[in-house]
């Protein structure tokens, strides 16, 4: 259940870890590094914390995401993802909220990992993931406007009609060097020469502009002139977050948040990272790394954390192909943070915003929205609905709402799909047309057939047709067709069964599949309704339906004698 894929190199395959491999993993970290530096304090601050709490969550988080991971080249750290719903409690609940609701979704994901919820979050609608990820960019979007317009606003709502309102109203204060400036360093990562990946756009523009606005005094905005000093908060010692019940019962929603949206992005970057290098992860470990990961970035003070999909890809390009590129990628975090503190608070903040931006870009998923009209009205509904939740009401909602929705319309697909066949001659597949010709003649028998899954849509309809029946001897029950069964739909048959009893008509179970069958044995409905009402196929089904016919007749001559 929980086999980090760094220890089971070390024990089944310590080959792997020749002098090259082990100098290109290292290399690999370091460029993952530098992606990782520029877009660690840019989530810091739009999470509205501390820049120097997104590097110090990249330290602690993504090393141990690297050493507990159940894949082998997992980058993790602070993504956008996270800053809407973390800029939120941050708000609400201050800094020990923030730290109580990583520690708490960190225990959520152990227990998700524990329970086996590896491949159950894998099957989140892709409408509801896409909905809230575009969601999640028009907000991270509209995060850094302040920025890059250098607007110079202290105090932005954090409401999407409010926070734009705002905006409107302060156009006439956008700062020009400012604007300048930020339309400058986008036209620079989007045309930054290919060929120089040993220094990453992000970075490259980074230092580019910190050096021209410090230089020439460009009167911008900087972390410093934001935030003060950084250099002295920027402390390492652990602190065990200060919780109390009533605050734990506040941030149960939003905690729970964080774990299913750190358990999708990291399997989804998982799944990914598979695609690319071949190998297999493992899910559920995946998720109680994730889970270990949150819960000491809490301790050390940061923000939470998940697997990054560009961090991980670039790890892959770049020759990572074991954890030791994401445990080096962490050192090179932590040792740059140690040696560059002073010169990090130069940073401007319309540099941030600007890669906030092409961050936010590439979330977007166009194509999602340029076929919206191809795809099913239902899928549809719930891109559109999850994606204006997340934008004008929560992102707690979104998901909320996304998943109520998609179970709902789940539901509906495997009613339409299941259905009752009673005239069809397909239901005597697998006999010659004579014995065809003479079954139907059979008195008092009926044949039914369920296709599809028996869950609770499809049984009461079954239970509908069945109560309709009149002067029925023997029911038979094709099942043939039924993969699954739940529990409604054995109560369905349950139903059924009890009607034949009080009528004296026999039941009788015909080709049932496994999954139905055990729920039956689980039950106790194979002794109740006897083994012996139990066919393998259809031709035994219709002896036994002869066999009790001729008993009910035996009876009621041996009955009129008596009587007589």
């Known amino acids: 259940m929980f086999k980090p894929k760094f220890f089971t190199i070390l024990k089944n395959k310590p080959q792997e870890f020749t002098f090259n491999r082990i100098f290109t993993d290292i290399n690999a970290g370091l460029v993952v590094a530098f992606i990782a530096i520029p877009l660690s304090i840019a989530f810091g601050i739009a999470s509205g914390v501390m820049p120097e709490k997104g590097l110090i969550t990249a330290v602690v988080a993504g090393f141990l995401i690297s050493f507990f991971s159940g894949s082998r080249v997992q980058i993790g750290g602070p993504t956008g993802a996270f800053a809407i719903i973390v800029y939120g409690i941050i708000r609400t609940y201050g800094t020990n909220g923030l730290i109580t609701a990583t520690t708490m979704a960190g225990i959520f994901l152990i227990v998700m990992g524990l329970l086996k919820f590896g491949r159950i979050i894998r099957y989140i609608p892709d409408p509801i993931t896409t909905g809230f990820t575009n969601g999640i960019a028009v907000i991270l979007f509209s995060t850094q406007i302040n920025d890059f317009l250098g607007l110079g606003l202290s105090s932005i709502p954090s409401d999407f009609v409010e926070k734009w309102a705002l905006y409107i109203k302060n156009f006439s204060n956008i700062n020009t060097p400012t604007l300048a400036m930020g339309i400058g360093i986008l036209l620079f990562i989007i045309f930054y020469p290919k060929k120089f990946r040993f220094l990453p756009a992000p970075l490259a523009a980074l230092i580019v502009s910190t050096l021209v606005v410090n230089f020439f005094s460009l009167p911008i905005a900087t972390i410093f002139s934001r935030f003060g000093d950084i250099t002295k908060s920027a402390i390492w010692a652990p602190k065990i977050p200060a919780l109390n019940f009533g605050l734990i019962c506040q941030l149960f929603q939003p905690a729970l948040m964080i774990a299913i949206l750190a358990g999708i992005e990291s399997l989804l970057s998982a799944v990914i990272a598979d695609g690319m290098t071949g190998k297999k992860h493992r899910s559920n470990t995946e998720l109680i790394a994730q889970g270990i990961a949150n819960i000491g970035s809490a301790i050390f003070g940061g923000i939470p954390a998940t697997g990054a999909i560009v961090r991980t890809a670039a790890n892959v390009n770049n020759g990572g192909r074991t954890p030791i ?198 039950y106790g409905f194979v002794d109740i309704l006897g083994r012996a009402n139990f066919s393998l196929n259809i031709n035994t089904a219709f002896r036994k339906a002869e066999e009790y016919m001729r008993y009910l007749e035996e009876y009621k001559k041996t009955f009129n004698i008596k009587k007589q």
Not at 386 to 393: A, E, I, N, Y
Not at 415 to 436: C, K, L, P
Not at 457 to 476: H, L, M, N, P
């Open 325 to 522: 590129a994401g445990i080096a990628h962490a050192f090179f975090i932590f040792m740059i943070l140690l040696a560059f503190m002073k010169y990090i608070v130069l940073i401007p903040m319309v540099t941030l915003a600007s890669i906030l931006f092409m961050s936010a870009f590439r979330m977007v998923d166009f194509n999602a929205f340029k076929e919206i009209l191809k795809a099913p009205v239902s899928d549809s509904i719930i891109l559109v609905t999850t994606f204006v939740l997340t934008v004008f009401v929560s992102l707690v909602y979104a998901i909320e709402m996304g998943i109520i929705l998609a179970s709902l319309l789940f539901m509906k697909r495997m009613s339409d799909i299941a259905n009752i066949d009673t005239a069809s001659n397909d239901i005597y597949e697998g006999m010659d047309n004579d014995e065809i010709s003479d079954r139907k003649r059979l008195r008092d028998t009926i044949v039914y057939e369920i296709n599809g899954p028996f869950f609770f849509g499809a049984a009461s309809t079954f239970v509908e047709q069945i109560e309709k029946i009149r002067d029925c001897k023997v029911i038979i029950l094709r099942m043939r067709k039924v993969p699954a069964m739940d529990a409604t739909g054995y109560h369905a048959l349950y139903k059924i069964y009890k009607k034949c009893v009080a009528t004296n008509t026999s039941l009788i179970l015909c080709q049932i599949q496994k999954q139905p069958l055990r729920v039956l044995k689980n």
